[in-house]
């Protein structure tokens, strides 16, 4: 019985010498765990955010990319432009003196140094009230170029345009004639080579007749 006793006092103290140890051990290795994971768990989101913060995806570059915008295109004839405008100006004053002509519309060219001038006809079938637009459209242009080449004045050729176009339009806005002018023509008439009578013809030459003309389909 003593021996049993003993042996049974053995086995016992080392059973639970051993459970004590394994639950030591245990206790140890689960505690490890934990603090490994929550290690992981608490660094690991941040240093993705830092990862993220400082790497810059392909979508933020793209973002704040600034555009230079190009250049705007420069007009190579803004100072003749400038000028022919002040010429529109006076052109449409002046063609209000009688005899006056009924100025619906005006256009500059400057790149090609021409005007057009279109206006309304008072009464097409009267050819004397007719001929009297025609002059006063002519005048105005020839007034204007002798003005511009008088030593008091602050024009120069340069302020007037080489060719007018005109187109006479009845009251219902058909095209009856169409015709020009030439600086040419006028600045004679201003040194005196050429007649006003002369220059009425040089004009009359250029007529053309439109569809609302009487002679349209001759043309």
Not at 45 to 56: D, L, Q
Not at 128 to 143: C, D, H, N, P
Request: proline share 5%; net charge negative; charged share 25%.
């Amino acid at each position: 019985m003593t021996r049993t006793k003993t042996i049974l006092t053995i086995v016992t103290i080392v059973l639970l010498t051993t459970s004590a140890g394994c639950s030591t051990l245990g206790t140890n290795q689960n505690d490890e765990s934990i603090s490994t994971l929550t290690s992981k768990e608490t660094e690991s989101p941040t240093e993705i955010a830092k990862t993220e913060e400082s790497t810059p995806t392909a979508g933020q570059t793209a973002s704040i990319v600034i555009s230079t915008p190009e250049p705007t295109e420069v007009d190579p004839y803004s100072e003749r432009r400038s000028k022919y405008e002040e010429f529109d100006k006076e052109f449409r004053e002046t063609a209000k003196i009688d005899p006056s002509t009924n100025i619906s519309t005006t256009k500059i060219f400057p790149a090609n140094e021409s005007y057009h001038v279109r206006y309304v006809m008072n009464n097409p079938e009267n050819k004397t009230i007719s001929a009297k637009e025609r002059r006063g459209l002519i005048f105005t242009y020839s007034v204007i170029v002798d003005d511009a080449n008088s030593e008091s004045s602050e024009w120069d050729h340069t302020w007037i345009p080489d060719t007018v176009n005109v187109t006479a339009v009845t009251p219902d806005g058909e095209v009856y004639e169409t015709a020009y002018i030439k600086y040419i023509w006028a600045y004679k008439v201003h040194e005196g080579s050429m007649s006003l009578y002369r220059y009425v013809v040089k004009y009359a030459g250029s007529l053309e007749g439109g569809p609302a003309g009487p002679n349209y389909q001759d043309n």
